[in-house]
């Protein structure tokens, strides 16, 4: 299945680099590096199973913008599934942006009713970090009033903390087709293996697809920030020429699991007690692999296999 | 003064040195650290402005990001950092900006230099260095006269982004540069050390753990514990590290692959955040930490705590992994060897039989004898 993602925004406005940092690996440094970006760059990110984004990440200069709206409309606008714009939160020229931005919406509009639109408020590491709220709260007022008649959905990101991961898990939890079958089995898991918390993983941009949790956390920005851990050492590993495979990290008060699940997820299983021998929980963890594997890929033989079971 | 009955070196610098904004927020200091510091190696951190003192402080001491560091604002006063509480290592910060003379005969350089182990001088590799070459010079004629144990150590530092002719370059013409100067004033005997380094990389991280090193007396028993630990348990490589700052003790006696250790790095990283996630920041680092990495290469990180600041990183093959239990005994004889040597260091201290290390190396000697029976 795929499913067209449009990345817009104005040029410089940082499309480029958060999509290399979310699917290509690169650590936020190392964006400084990329140049502008003509016209439309097209790339496929293989994403949990059968599902493949197809993004459009379209140069934002001012040439190109108005290309999309007029000469490439349909091209551009037809079957769009997401629309993810961009906007520079220290921007000189809102007017102009806003501008550009509610033509894009207009074209999407006619050309597919159907897609789901996401505003993004970036480089929000250039606000002092009390005002941030306030900021956002603003933008993100204006923006859904501007968006009218479509409903938008805004985030705040900067590509040096965790809000980026934040933003794009969302918006790909929001694609996946049975996320909810997805959801239920993750919590039928962990109710189970009377797990704390479990995280699932989509294996290559470590953005988290599903989650469980039984016990309140006073940290409400953890899963991103242990995808951002995780895979900030997922590219140490990869200068060694290695990858790595699982993780146990635990201390008096938690025992914490990584492990590779299905063969497009990683599983993070917490456990308060301890004391539990580790095997317990890998063996457990094993277990539930083959349940969704099959959840993941209905189409294959594993299917029949599946409600065989229950004939 | 209201520091006039502790004795520490912040309170000489006379208030004539133009210092109006020197007060005591700056110098968060503890008195009754000297216990516990008399045992912990003690390291100056001295350099011309814009160096890159307060950087590299930050980076290694204080988890900052290297980007961030170009927001910090250049130090208008002098600094006194103390990591007494969190690390193994005790480490304070001089800055020296341009309008003090350093030889003033009124600043008491005994208090300075008198305690010290190591003094870590900054250099600018991308900047003019000459000014920062004199400074050098008259800095450790002036602290060698006051304590001659003291180990000079060069960061010549920012040199990311310089190609590797041009730092080797840069490194002779200091190395050069520096020991003609001290020659010229007759003290050809000093031992100058010089590091390349970069809060961008690893290397500020390597350079601390080669100049830490040198300041721990007990240096040859830990590699000698380590080097029996390791090929009776199965494991190829193990640093223990300092957690908090991430510099490395000791290690066994193998070569130094500055990858691996790069590796074993970002791994305390990974425990140490996710264990602040999980728990609490305080309590990240406790007597129950442990942790397993696999590898598909055939590698595993087996990372566990040995006490309040230190832990020890071993890599090992996976096959040799199935053994755990004799890891996990050999790991707790050796993690007892080492909190007895640092013990007896503690007690030596206390009974202030300060020039009594010949004692300590016996007894370490003897246990640590018994230690390699229970480990085969």
């Not at chain 1, 406005?13 to 699917?23: C, D, N, P, Y």
């Not at chain 2, 602040?276 to 590698?299: H, M, P």
């Amino acid at each position: 299945m795929k499913k067209k993602v449009l990345l817009m925004g104005k040029s410089g406005s940082g499309k480029t680099s958060m999509r290399s940092i979310i699917f290509a690996n690169y650590i936020a440094r190392d964006t400084t590096r990329l140049g502008a970006t003509i016209d439309v760059e097209h790339s496929h990110v293989k994403f949990l199973g059968n599902l493949v984004l197809n993004l459009w990440d379209c140069g934002g200069q001012e040439g190109f913008m108005k290309q999309y709206i007029a000469q490439q409309r349909d091209n551009i606008f037809r079957n769009v599934e997401v629309l993810i714009y961009v906007f520079d939160v220290e921007s000189q020229e809102m007017e102009r942006d806003v501008h550009y931005y509610q033509s894009c919406l207009e074209a999407l509009l006619q050309n597919s009713p159907e897609a789901l639109i996401f505003c993004l408020v970036h480089k929000m590491d250039l606000v002092p970090e009390e005002q941030r709220e306030e900021v956002f709260k603003d933008r993100e007022e204006d923006l859904i009033r501007l968006s009218k008649p479509g409903n938008v959905t805004c985030f705040r990101t900067s590509i040096w903390d965790e809000t980026l991961y934040k933003a794009w898990s969302s918006i790909v939890t929001m694609l996946i087709p049975n996320v909810a079958a997805l959801e239920d089995s993750v919590t039928h898991f962990a109710n189970v293996i009377e797990a704390d918390e479990v995280l699932l993983f989509e294996k290559a941009t470590f953005l988290v697809i599903s989650y469980f949790q039984s016990k309140k956390n006073r940290d409400s920005h953890r899963f991103e920030k242990v995808s951002n851990i995780i895979k900030q050492f997922k590219l140490s590993c990869s200068k060694l020429g290695a990858k790595f495979q699982s993780m146990e990290v635990r201390n008096s008060a938690f025992a914490a699991f990584i492990d590779t699940f299905t063969s497009n997820t990683y599983v993070m299983v917490v456990m308060s007690d301890p004391t539990l021998p580790s095997e317990a929980t890998l063996v457990n963890i094993r277990n539930a692999r083959k349940h969704f594997e099959e959840l993941e890929n209905p189409n294959n033989s594993a299917m029949n296999h599946h409600s065989h079971k229950y004939h | 003064m209201s520091y006039d009955d502790d004795d520490y070196p912040a309170d000489t610098f006379p208030k004539d040195f133009g210092y109006g904004t020197y007060n005591q927020d700056g110098l968060e200091m503890e008195p009754n650290s000297t216990g516990s510091s008399e045992t912990k190696p003690r390291i100056l951190l001295m350099g011309l402005r814009r160096s890159g003192k307060s950087s590299i402080q930050k980076v290694v001491f204080h988890k900052m990001s290297p980007n961030e560091t170009l927001f910090l604002e250049s130090t208008s006063k002098i600094v006194k950092d103390d990591i007494n509480n969190s690390s193994f290592v005790q480490f304070q910060i001089w800055d020296f900006p341009g309008q003090i003379d350093f030889i003033e005969p009124t600043f008491d350089s005994d208090m300075i230099f008198g305690g010290c182990g190591a003094l870590v001088f900054v250099i600018d590799a991308k900047d003019d260095y000459n000014e920062a070459l004199t400074k050098f010079k008259n800095t450790v004629i002036k602290a060698y006269k006051v304590n001659q144990r003291i180990k000079f150590e060069v960061f010549i530092h920012k040199v990311d982004g310089i190609s590797d002719d041009s730092k080797m370059e840069s490194q002779r013409d200091i190395h050069q540069r520096s020991s003609d100067d001290l020659s010229e004033a007759g003290l050809n005997q000093i031992h100058l050390s010089f590091h390349l380094t970069s809060i961008y990389d690893h290397s500020i991280f390597e350079a601390f753990s080669k100049v830490v090193q040198k300041l721990i007396p007990q240096l040859p028993t830990l590699e000698n514990l380590l080097n029996i630990f390791i090929p009776n348990s199965g494991i190829e490589k193990a640093f223990l590290f300092d957690v908090v700052s991430k510099i490395y003790i000791a290690t066994d006696s193998s070569p130094v692959d500055m990858q691996t250790y790069e590796l074993c790095c970002d791994m305390i990283d990974v425990v140490i955040d996710l264990s602040s996630i999980y728990s609490s920041e305080e309590t990240a680092f406790d007597s129950g930490s442990s942790s397993l990495i696999k590898l598909n290469n055939n590698t595993i990180l087996y990372l566990r705590e040995v006490n309040k600041f230190l832990a020890l990183v071993c890599i090992l093959r996976e096959e040799n992994f199935n053994r755990q239990g004799v890891i996990d005994y050999n790991f707790i004889c050796f993690r007892d060897a080492i909190s007895e040597v640092f013990e007896l260091r503690l007690r030596q201290k206390q009974l202030e039989n300060n020039e009594d290390e010949d004692l300590a190396d016996e007894h370490t000697l003897i246990r640590h004898g018994n230690d390699a029976a229970v480990v085969t």
